[in-house]
């Protein structure tokens, strides 16, 4: 597709279910990264993928929380025993260039809701 | 600690109105500086990015100015138009910003444009 695509738009579930989300990247882009926006709040920094790997898995909230990328292409974003506080819109991004050089191109991000 | 700050927190304009949103960061050394327009329930959207030789970059009715010396940077809008309502974020890149993705994110400046 021409821009980042993600899946699924929403996503509601119970406290203590697993969650997965989907990042489809900008073809060709090597960089991939996953973000959190909370309801008024900034966006807040996940983890970044250049090609497959993840040179920094610390900004991930706390080891409920992975990611994996396979083929340099899709990505995606696993929350374990979710909780409450994990409500929040996740937003993947694509670039073409380096880390913190290349133009970020973002998907309309997936909406989650934890009851 | 690196820091992005955005002012004002909110703005309300009439249509057809101009308004400067201004951005101040510590982030150091600098990379670029980049200007986002989110819509509601949108992924953010590049408008601008400038290195620190740019003092001034345009895009439409959009133009960003930036002084890498006082570490400012504000974004000008001209001729409002209701689709303008949307929240501004500033970001700014360097190889110690933010975390691995050497991005600091500022909280955004939420802007309504009133007919």
Redesign the interface.
């Known amino acids: 597709g021409a821009g ?1 695509s993600q899946s699924p738009s929403n996503k509601v579930t119970e406290k203590g279910k697993d969650v997965e989300l989907r990042c489809d990247p900008i073809s060709g882009h090597t960089a991939l ?1 996953w973000y959190r926006q909370s309801l008024g ?3 807040e ?1 996940l ?2 993928f250049q090609g497959n790997s ?3 898995k ?2 991930l909230p706390s080891d409920r929380f992975s990611a994996e990328r396979t083929g340099g292409s899709v990505s995606t974003l696993t929350i374990q025993r979710t909780q409450q506080e994990d409500s929040a819109v996740y ?1 993947c ?1 694509s670039s073409s260039g380096g ?3 290349g ?7 997936s909406r989650l809701t934890v009851l | 600690k690196n820091q992005v700050e955005q002012s004002p927190q909110s703005l309300i304009i009439l249509e057809g109105k101009n308004c400067t949103l201004q951005c101040n960061y510590t982030v150091s050394p600098f990379s670029n500086l980049r200007w986002y327009k989110q819509d509601t329930g949108r992924g953010p959207v590049s408008l601008t990015i400038m290195t620190f030789s740019e003092n001034t970059k345009s895009n439409g009715r959009y133009t960003a100015t930036l002084d890498a010396d006082t570490k400012q940077s504000s974004l000008h809008i001209t001729a409002s138009q209701l689709s303008d309502s949307a929240s501004y974020i500033c970001v700014v890149s360097g190889p110690s910003g933010g975390g691995a993705d050497g991005l600091t994110f500022g909280k955004g400046t939420h802007l309504i444009i009133q007919p």
């Not at chain 1, 133009?103 to 991000?109: A, H, N």
């Open positions: 980042v990264y709040q900034g966006l920094f983890i970044y993840a040179p920094d610390s900004g937003l991004a880390r913190s050089t133009e970020l191109f973002f998907g309309e991000g």
